[in-house]
């Protein structure tokens, strides 16, 4: 059996769904709303059960239906609405979609004499017209037989329009068809007179109660689906025994399946959506075809024939969509007028205006329900076939790759010298006076393992690198100088390894010094958790001296002991995916990047991308400078051939296909281009009015007014171009009464103006007009509030009052005296920070002795934007190089005020 969902299912025992939800969880199955999809032993279950209270429930519940007073439908509907939240959805809510007026009283049936059916859609206004059905029997027989025909969600629905002499067509619906199930002791006839006469009441006006005759009107048309599951007496028990009987099987294979993994595979193989549907889908239609071509009496006189007879199938092409798909063209793909879709979604309880996108699920639900199968197609962009690509590696596919290391500290505790010593005393034999270059990252071997350096500042290595979605570090060195211990930046070296997640080992270094005291810096690091392991604690410490290259194999070891225990791996086997260490343009050769492989074999001739520069490799060059064909994981080496230069921490990627590397390439370029355009776009509002005067984009202020009344359009134009001055002009460019329009947003988005509207809202299509054009709508009631408003925005426009704030101090604690550069202050910033655009004094013993700029701004040997509280940094300061240990530096800015309108 194929798995449903609640409503279908509720639908095909004609039950309400919510009351399905309930006895769903009555019975401990737990399901989140109408659209939850059961598993066959929970639908065999619940079968069971409406079996066994041969419908009992459903009379009570769907008895209400009849006592419904005049509007009833639209009563329930809107409250429906109204519980939903105004606005639009896009996803089907979670209450069930298919009945809607199930919490009417069933004591509302005691006066009815007729068939049920009859009087409880009765509106007041028809009831002198429609007393004939009031008179009948015993109500409890009535009930039931009318309950059972309740069950189709469709005829529930309130029908736009719908004239109020027709109750809504549901109501009939509901009357017949599950009469003939409910109940042997229903007798037809009784069903057939009224319902029929129903039918034809709701669905053509003019055509109803006298004739008593029913006839069709569309071949939707709710009222055809009583009839399809079955009318005759007798035939509930026998169905629902058969679906229970036809389930049995299937449920135990279907409970060999994992849900999960079914949706997923649907969505991967673009599976058919609704299939599970199709059956039900095609027999209704067949039986909506049937119905309108055979007439109105003939249906309900040979109603149980009918069932027995076999469904034309009714062959339509399937609708292909999207992970999402507009109403539009959902209905123009079904070649249905969008209006019935959006009726359709109604009744399912999802509100969408024509343009308004829906998802897979609700497109796949609402064209099921009008008879079409749905093929769910999702278009992957290349960036995601490109990850699709990238496949997880078997396990028997790794191979052991060099770990990659990254040397971190404060600055002079020797992170230069110690990778300058490893490198030239481990380069192997052969390479040995063949480094004639340097390329961000190099090698070196130990007992006949290598070891990758990245030689970057530390730091870059991680935020930038980091920031890129890369990960290039397996282990971080930091290093302390014995004779200085623990520092700011080797607290920052500890953060940025613990927040990359990489494992440390400490190099206590220049112990070789006499005020060496690598123990004191092991006291300190505890504060870090950072514990020898002789302490108990699990962090590697090796003391070294790299000038006097004392116990660097130590340190290699236990780099090589590390990586054994972190288990790095890659597969040598595969297309080549790595990092973009640095990049730059080579005059003579042009785009340079050294990249580090971290999967796979890069090789000459192969197309790679790093953002959006892409190229064949035209030639690849290791640490030492030597030509290389390929390089294997954890292997640095410089690649020629790039179109452009990508940026430092770039992942690159190697496409074996050409075609579909220059397609993600130009996605990416178009993306980007949208995104430099989205952003340098300037589209006035209210709210960014301020930024962009000050920009100085705008100069004056276009508005359009649109008001209930003309009085409103004159007052608003008055008071705001009287707020204008010789520095801002308010420029109204055009006022109107009525709603705001499509054609009002585009006026305003071609003159770059703002919208105000009293007391009116924009109509759809402007509403959807808004969304693409960006335009800033305000809506009042009260004038008072916009002119405020504009005043406040408008302030913007005039030349703003400046103020000075103070952004931080730094105290000069060394001074260097460098050729060409002047004088550089060592400084420590004290308190907030120091940023590079900023003004600075220079203070000495309380005297404010320069005033100036900054001329550079460093941290390591980096320029550096802004050095926070507690960092160390290198200042020079612009034409002034009488800076002396003890200064005091104060950092400034000077800021806009807003000045208001007067
Ligand atoms: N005595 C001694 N001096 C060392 C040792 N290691 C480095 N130095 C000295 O310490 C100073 C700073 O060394 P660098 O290697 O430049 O330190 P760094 O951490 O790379 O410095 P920045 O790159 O400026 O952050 C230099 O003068 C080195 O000669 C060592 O093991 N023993």
């Known amino acids: 059996m194929v798995k449903k969902r609640v409503h279908e299912l509720a639908k095909e025992l004609n039950i309400e769904s919510k009351d399905m939800l309930n006895q769903l969880n009555k019975m401990g199955i737990t399901v989140k709303s109408h659209m939850s999809t059961l598993e066959d032993?929970?639908?065999?279950?619940?079968?069971?059960?409406?079996?066994?209270?041969?419908?009992?429930?459903?009379?009570?519940?769907?008895?209400?239906?009849?006592?419904?007073?005049?509007?009833?439908?639209?009563?329930?509907?809107?409250?429906?609405?109204?519980?939903?939240?105004?606005?639009?959805?896009?996803?089907?809510?979670?209450?069930?979609?298919?009945?809607?007026?199930?919490?009417?009283?069933?004591?509302?049936?005691?006066?009815?004499?007729?068939?049920?059916?009859?009087?409880?859609?009765?509106?007041?206004?028809?009831?002198?017209?429609?007393?004939?059905?009031?008179?009948?029997?015993?109500?409890?027989?009535?009930?039931?037989?009318?309950?059972?025909?309740?069950?189709?969600?469709?005829?529930?629905?309130?029908?736009?329009?719908?004239?109020?002499?027709?109750?809504?067509?549901?109501?009939?619906?509901?009357?017949?068809?599950?009469?003939?199930?409910?109940?042997?002791?229903?007798?037809?006839?009784?069903?057939?007179?009224?319902?029929?006469?129903?039918?034809?009441?709701?669905?053509?006006?003019?055509?109803?109660?006298?004739?008593?005759?029913?006839?069709?009107?569309?071949?939707?048309?709710?009222?055809?689906?009583?009839?399809?599951?079955?009318?005759?007496?007798?035939?509930?028990?026998?169905?629902?025994?058969?679906?229970?009987?036809?389930?049995?099987?299937?449920?135990?294979?279907?409970?060999?399946?994992?849900?999960?993994?079914?949706?997923?595979?649907?969505?991967?193989?673009?599976?058919?959506?609704?299939?599970?549907?199709?059956?039900?889908?095609?027999?209704?239609?067949?039986?909506?075809?049937?119905?309108?071509?055979?007439?109105?009496?003939?249906?309900?006189?040979?109603?149980?024939?009918?069932?027995?007879?076999?469904?034309?199938?009714?062959?339509?092409?399937?609708?292909?969509?999207?992970?999402?798909?507009?109403?539009?063209?959902?209905?123009?793909?079904?070649?249905?007028?969008?209006?019935?879709?959006?009726?359709?979604?109604?009744?399912?309880?999802?509100?969408?205006?024509?343009?308004?996108?829906?998802?897979?699920?609700?497109?796949?639900?609402?064209?099921?329900?009008?008879?079409?199968?749905?093929?769910?197609?999702?278009?992957?962009?290349?960036?995601?076939?490109?990850?699709?690509?990238?496949?997880?590696?078997?396990?028997?596919?790794?191979?052991?790759?060099?770990?990659?290391?990254?040397?971190?500290?404060?600055?002079?505790?020797?992170?230069?010298?110690?990778?300058?010593?490893?490198?030239?005393?481990?380069?192997?034999?052969?390479?040995?006076?063949?480094?004639?270059?340097?390329?961000?990252?190099?090698?070196?071997?130990?007992?006949?393992?290598?070891?990758?350096?990245?030689?970057?500042?530390?730091?870059?290595?991680?935020?930038?690198?980091?920031?890129?979605?890369?990960?290039?570090?397996?282990?971080?060195?930091?290093?302390?100088?014995?004779?200085?211990?623990?520092?700011?930046?080797?607290?920052?070296?500890?953060?940025?390894?613990?927040?990359?997640?990489?494992?440390?080992?400490?190099?206590?270094?220049?112990?070789?010094?006499?005020?060496?005291?690598?123990?004191?810096?092991?006291?300190?690091?505890?504060?870090?958790?950072?514990?020898?392991?002789?302490?108990?604690?699990?962090?590697?410490?090796?003391?070294?001296?790299?000038?006097?290259?004392?116990?660097?194999?130590?340190?290699?070891?236990?780099?090589?002991?590390?990586?054994?225990?972190?288990?790095?791996?890659?597969?040598?086997?595969?297309a080549a995916r790595g990092t973009v260490i640095e990049a730059e343009l080579d005059k003579g050769r042009g785009p340079v990047a050294t990249v580090l492989v971290q999967n796979g074999t890069l090789r000459v001739g192969d197309f790679i991308i790093a953002g959006v520069a892409y190229g064949k490799v035209r030639a690849m060059m290791d640490y030492t400078g030597r030509r290389v064909s390929k390089a294997g994981p954890s292997t640095p080496v410089e690649v020629l051939g790039f179109s452009g230069v990508p940026p430092a921490g770039e992942l690159f990627y190697t496409v074996e296909d050409e075609k579909f590397g220059k397609q993600l390439i130009d996605e990416r370029f178009t993306k980007k281009r949208e995104e430099e355009f989205r952003l340098s776009a300037p589209k006035i509002s209210l709210d960014d009015l301020f930024n962009q005067i000050q920009e100085g984009q705008v100069k004056e202020l276009n508005i359009i007014i649109k008001a209930d009344v003309q009085g409103s359009v004159e007052a608003v134009r008055q008071s705001l171009e009287q707020m204008g001055n010789s520095e801002v002009r308010v420029n109204v460019i055009h006022g109107g009464v009525g709603a705001i329009t499509e054609s009002d947003i585009m006026l305003a988005s071609a003159s770059n103006a703002i919208i105000i509207g009293f007391n009116v809202r924009p109509v759809e299509n402007a509403r959807n007009a808004v969304e693409t054009e960006k335009v800033d709508i305000r809506l009042y009631r009260i004038i008072y509030d916009a002119i405020e408003d504009i005043k406040k925005a408008m302030s913007g426009l005039l030349e703003p009052e400046y103020k000075e704030v103070v952004l931080g101090r730094a105290e000069v604690r060394k001074t260097f005296k460098v050729t060409k550069v002047g004088t550089i202050a060592g400084c420590y910033i004290t308190e907030g920070k120091v940023t590079r655009d900023a003004g600075v004094r220079v203070i000495r013993d309380g005297i404010v002795i320069h005033e100036g700029h900054l001329d550079s701004l460093k941290r390591f040997k980096d320029d550096a934007k802004e050095v926070m509280q507690g960092y160390e940094c290198g200042i020079t300061v612009e034409r002034f190089n009488d800076i002396r240990e003890g200064d005091q530096l104060e950092a400034y800015i000077v800021e806009a005020v807003k000045r208001e309108l007067a």
């Not at 009939?172 to 409910?182: E, I, K, L, S, T």
């Not at 997880?392 to 971190?408: K, Q």
């Open 41 to 574: 032993n929970e639908i065999v279950r619940i079968k069971n059960h409406y079996q066994s209270v041969g419908g009992g429930n459903i009379v009570a519940k769907s008895a209400p239906h009849k006592n419904e007073k005049h509007g009833g439908f639209k009563t329930v509907s809107n409250r429906d609405r109204q519980d939903r939240g105004p606005g639009l959805v896009d996803r089907v809510p979670d209450r069930p979609p298919d009945r809607v007026f199930t919490e009417k009283t069933i004591g509302s049936f005691s006066n009815d004499k007729g068939r049920a059916s009859e009087p409880r859609f009765q509106r007041q206004d028809d009831k002198p017209k429609n007393n004939q059905y009031k008179s009948s029997q015993s109500r409890s027989n009535q009930t039931r037989g009318n309950q059972t025909g309740s069950s189709q969600p469709k005829s529930n629905q309130p029908r736009p329009n719908q004239p109020s002499g027709q109750p809504g067509r549901a109501t009939a619906d509901r009357n017949h068809a599950p009469v003939g199930n409910r109940t042997a002791a229903n007798k037809p006839e009784q069903t057939r007179g009224p319902v029929s006469t129903f039918r034809d009441r709701n669905k053509v006006g003019d055509y109803n109660r006298t004739t008593g005759q029913q006839r069709p009107s569309k071949p939707f048309d709710r009222s055809n689906q009583g009839p399809r599951t079955g009318s005759g007496p007798n035939t509930q028990a026998g169905v629902i025994a058969k679906m229970v009987q036809k389930s049995m099987p299937d449920q135990v294979k279907a409970l060999e399946k994992n849900k999960a993994q079914e949706r997923s595979k649907q969505v991967e193989k673009h599976a058919f959506k609704g299939k599970d549907t199709k059956d039900n889908r095609l027999n209704k239609d067949a039986s909506k075809e049937r119905s309108f071509k055979s007439g109105s009496n003939r249906r309900f006189n040979k109603g149980p024939q009918k069932k027995s007879q076999p469904a034309p199938v009714v062959e339509k092409k399937p609708v292909v969509i999207g992970d999402t798909i507009t109403v539009k063209t959902l209905a123009e793909k079904m070649r249905i007028n969008a209006g019935e879709v959006i009726k359709k979604l109604m009744e399912l309880g999802t509100l969408a205006t024509i343009n308004q996108e829906i998802d897979a699920d609700t497109a796949t639900i609402v064209a099921n329900e009008m008879g079409f199968e749905v093929q769910v197609k999702v278009e992957l962009d290349k960036e995601a076939q490109l990850m699709m690509k990238e496949p997880e590696d078997d396990a028997e596919n790794l191979r052991w790759r060099p770990p990659v290391v990254t040397i971190m500290g404060h600055v002079d505790h020797g992170k230069t010298s110690l990778l300058d010593a490893i490198r030239h005393t481990h380069v192997t034999a052969s390479e040995e006076g063949g480094i004639t270059q340097h390329i961000g990252a190099y090698q070196v071997e130990h007992k006949g393992r290598k070891i990758t350096f990245v030689d970057t500042p530390g730091h870059a290595a991680f935020t930038a690198m980091r920031a890129r979605g890369a990960k290039v570090t397996d282990i971080a060195i930091v290093v302390i100088a014995a004779d200085d211990g623990v520092m700011p930046q080797t607290v920052e070296a500890i953060n940025h390894a613990r927040a990359a997640d990489v494992p440390i080992i400490v190099a206590i270094n220049k112990i070789d010094k006499p005020g060496a005291d690598p123990e004191k810096v092991k006291r300190e690091l505890t504060e870090y958790n950072l514990v020898p392991e002789a302490w108990g604690g699990d962090t590697i410490f090796v003391e070294v001296s790299a000038k006097e290259k004392l116990n660097l194999p130590e340190l290699l070891e236990m780099i090589l002991l590390v990586a054994e225990v972190g288990e790095f791996k890659a597969n040598p086997n595969r």
